[in-house]
């Protein structure tokens, strides 16, 4: 059974740089999925910040490119979200999920439990 | 704003059938799969309904998904009260280097 776990500091400073990590068990990058970060902001809904595939490859939210970077760890465990300068416009749960893709695309089956983070 | 418009409300008695609808463009819901959520609140979300239509394991079949053209809509027959909550479509978008757009999402009230 596949399961995320997001996990970094739950308060970051104005200007500063939120930094989270998804560690990913009975699973690893390797396998055909995309590994994402979405995020709600209170009272919100659902706002998909980016993902990366196992070849490295990413996909960022043309609104948050800028200030986006998603990384994977070298033991493919594990995936990172970077984002700086942020606000607190940046305060959210932050949840990260996998992605199926099969030629199209079949959704998040599986989420992290979310992590709060306020700014 | 998103995109990807969900009326932000809809209710229904227990044994009715509501049906929610996901209204995109031709670069999104158009020319991609639908794939719906359900949240409940303080928990994340569940996936629903996938590739337009298909239920996970585990999904009861009271619900449903089709999609025409730049519109889908997600149907739950048979409406319980464990169905509140709130629903999400999605789709990936295939404009500025590609993304993937939610939908406002829509927040269902059992009576």
């Known amino acids: 059974q596949v399961q995320l776990q997001e996990s970094g500091p739950r308060l970051v400073r104005p200007s500063g740089t939120l930094s989270l990590t998804c560690a990913i068990s009975?699973?690893?990058?390797?396998?055909?999925?995309?590994w994402s970060w979405v995020r709600q902001t209170p009272g919100k809904g659902l706002e998909w910040i980016g993902e990366?595939?196992?070849?490295?490859?990413?996909h960022y939210n043309p609104s948050l490119r800028s200030r986006v970077t998603i990384s994977l760890d070298k033991s493919r465990t594990q995936f990172s979200l970077n984002l700086t300068s942020v606000t607190a416009a940046d305060t959210a749960v932050y949840y990260c999920?996998?992605?199926?893709?099969?030629?199209?695309?079949?959704?998040?089956?599986?989420w992290g439990q979310g992590t709060t983070v306020s700014v | 704003q998103s995109v990807v418009t969900q009326p932000p409300s809809a209710s229904g008695t227990p044994g009715q059938r509501v049906i929610i609808s996901c209204s995109g463009s031709?670069?999104?819901?158009?020319?991609?799969?639908v794939n719906w959520y359900h949240q409940l609140p303080g928990t994340a979300p569940k996936l629903l309904i996938y590739?337009?239509?298909q239920r996970p394991s585990g999904v009861p079949d009271r619900f449903s998904g089709s999609k025409s053209g730049t519109s889908a809509s997600l149907a739950i027959s048979g409406l319980q009260s464990e169905d509140e909550g709130d629903y999400y479509c999605?789709?990936?978008?295939?404009?500025?280097?590609?993304?993937?757009?939610f939908g406002g999402g829509t927040k269902l009230t059992v009576l």
């Open positions: 999605a789709s990936w978008d295939d404009s500025l280097n590609g993304h993937v757009v």
């Open positions: 031709t670069s999104n819901v158009g020319s991609n799969t």
């Open positions: 590739d337009n239509n």
């Open positions: 009975g699973d690893s990058i390797n396998t055909a999925n995309w």
């Open positions: 990366i595939y196992d070849s490295g490859a990413t």
């Open positions: 999920a996998r992605r199926l893709v099969i030629i199209w695309d079949y959704g998040f089956d599986v």
